[in-house]
């Protein structure tokens, strides 16, 4: 627990850890009150690629949680990162919503429906059969696949969840052979960014989250604190099964604030 008082940056999740769908998880604004009251930075860091920085920025906004630009760092952002530095000139068929378009745009990425050198596969909540077959087509004719996330459900209220990006790669998968590279969490590639940016060492970074094969896995990937959080995705007896450890467990956020 000492350990908290020495982290300079926290990662934070969003879905399932700040909120559920347009509800505030109680405790949540305390928490980020707490933050800046102890001039402690914070970045939301979530991999739910669906929607766009605009978009989160609008939402936390209506949550009344204190948020910029600087604030907010998803899986679509990383993954235009990515393909501008690591994936220069090629172009991409995307499986995804308009917003990922759009941020996709904003990275100069090259947006194609036909010979695409990248199938990239985000969580698609406008998707439709279309998209998955001429997805196929494409990866079955050597397109290299690539995916913003590898979160399998999306939490929702009421404890149910929504089919996420992974559940998509999994069809494609059956169906062509090939699996894809994600992006997002687990893969440390969002952290690694971050920690140059801030030029931190990784003792004093931490994230929270409330899933453990992506969000605990990147921080154990990362070698950074990993702080799981029993409010989204994972269930006390989840932490007795998984082989991804968290360094901490609290039931939410706002069990947190005590040991700051």
């Known amino acids: 627990m000492k350990r908290l008082k020495d982290v300079q940056l926290f990662l934070l999740d969003m879905d399932g850890t700040i909120y559920l769908e347009n509800e505030l998880i109680p405790g949540a604004t305390e928490f980020i009150s707490r933050l800046i009251k102890q001039n402690k930075k914070y970045v939301f860091l979530t991999n739910n690629s669906s929607v766009n920085k605009n978009d989160y920025l609008e939402k936390l906004k209506i949550l009344q949680i204190p948020c910029t630009e600087e604030n907010i760092f ?124 801030y030029n931190l060492k990784a003792d004093k970074i931490a994230i929270i989250g409330d899933r453990l094969y992506t969000d605990i896995a990147s921080g154990i990937n990362a070698k950074i604190i990993s702080i799981c959080v029993l409010s989204g995705e994972t269930g006390v007896g989840d932490l007795e099964e998984t082989p991804f450890k968290p360094d901490l467990v609290f039931p939410s956020v706002k069990e947190i604030i005590q040991f700051m």
């Open 74 to 197: 998803s899986s679509g952002m990383a993954t235009g990162i990515f393909l501008s530095k690591l994936r220069k000139g090629k172009k991409v068929y995307l499986v995804g919503t308009k917003a990922l378009h759009i941020e996709l745009m904003n990275y100069g990425i090259e947006l194609v429906e036909d010979n695409p050198d990248i199938v990239l596969v985000g969580f698609d909540r406008e998707l439709n059969y279309t998209k998955l077959e001429k997805a196929c087509y494409f990866l079955d004719h050597g397109a290299e696949f690539i995916a913003t996330n590898a979160d399998f459900l999306y939490p929702i209220k009421e404890g149910r969840f929504l089919p996420d990006c992974a559940s998509i790669c999994f069809m494609l998968t059956k169906a062509t052979g090939k699996e894809p590279y994600f992006i997002g969490k687990p893969n440390r590639y969002m952290i690694d960014l971050l920690k140059e940016k």
